[in-house]
């Protein structure tokens, strides 16, 4: 089927560690994936994008991993911040579509 | 550069009455999409428009929603009646995206639906 879905509903870390947050897809057809950031009352944010022939891509202090071989995403955060609280969602593209497919989400929240 | 627009912020009205959202796209971005965002969830797409027509509304609920884009810009989404379950915040986003190139889509802050 066609769904996005994540190991882990919320995460609590501390500031200044680093954070992994987990996604799996399910559509091996799947070729462009992106992390949005959801703070609440406003609309999701764009962090990072990876395209499949890619397996890793970095940004200031986000770096996203992709499996394709077991259909595993991932986001990781540098010295987590408490502005980094949020709920934060995979989606992807699968080739003959060109709308994003939105996981569940996975709340973040950075104890000072 | 300005972001996505939509208005209202919120609303609130009684199950079986009508409710309009508007959208306004980044500029040049010919992809809009409409998403359903129910509490806890991800969105859920709606309808994607590319420039006025419409690229996939599979999963819209036809016998009550709606929506056009005249013009290739501006759009509407509407519901007729209202039902409870459509309590949720619409998201409108706006892309780049073509069949040959896949980029981001740019979201607005949404319209929180209350259906009382």
């Known amino acids: 089927g066609e769904s996005v879905g994540l190991h882990l509903p919320t995460l609590s870390v501390q500031e200044g560690d680093n954070s992994i947050i987990n996604c799996a897809y399910s559509?091996?057809?799947?070729?462009?994936f992106i992390w949005y950031k959801q703070e609440s009352g406003k609309g999701p944010q764009f962090i990072i994008d990876i395209r499949s022939n890619m397996d890793k891509r970095q940004g200031q202090r986000v770096t996203v991993l992709l499996n394709k071989t077991v259909k595993h995403l991932s986001l990781q955060i540098a010295a987590t911040q408490p502005g980094d609280s949020a709920v934060y969602f995979c989606?992807?593209?699968?080739?003959?579509?060109?709308?994003?497919?939105f996981g569940s989400g996975t709340r973040l929240q950075v104890q000072p | 550069e300005a972001g996505v627009a939509q208005s209202p912020r919120y609303k609130i009205i009684e199950k079986r009455q009508s409710v309009a959202f508007w959208c306004n796209p980044i500029s040049g971005h010919a992809t809009l999409y409409w998403y359903q965002q129910i509490l806890g969830q991800g969105p859920k797409l709606l309808i994607q428009f590319q420039n006025n027509g419409v690229v996939d509304d599979s999963q819209l609920p036809k016998d009550r929603f709606s929506a056009e884009r005249l013009k290739g810009v501006d759009s509407t989404l509407k519901i007729q009646p209202a039902k409870l379950e459509d309590s949720a915040v619409y998201l409108c986003a706006s892309s780049l995206s073509s069949p040959y190139i896949k980029t981001e889509a740019f979201f607005g802050q949404g319209t929180r639906l209350t259906v009382v």
């Open positions: 559509n091996s057809a799947s070729d462009y």
């Open positions: 989606a992807e593209i699968y080739t003959g579509r060109r709308a994003l497919t």
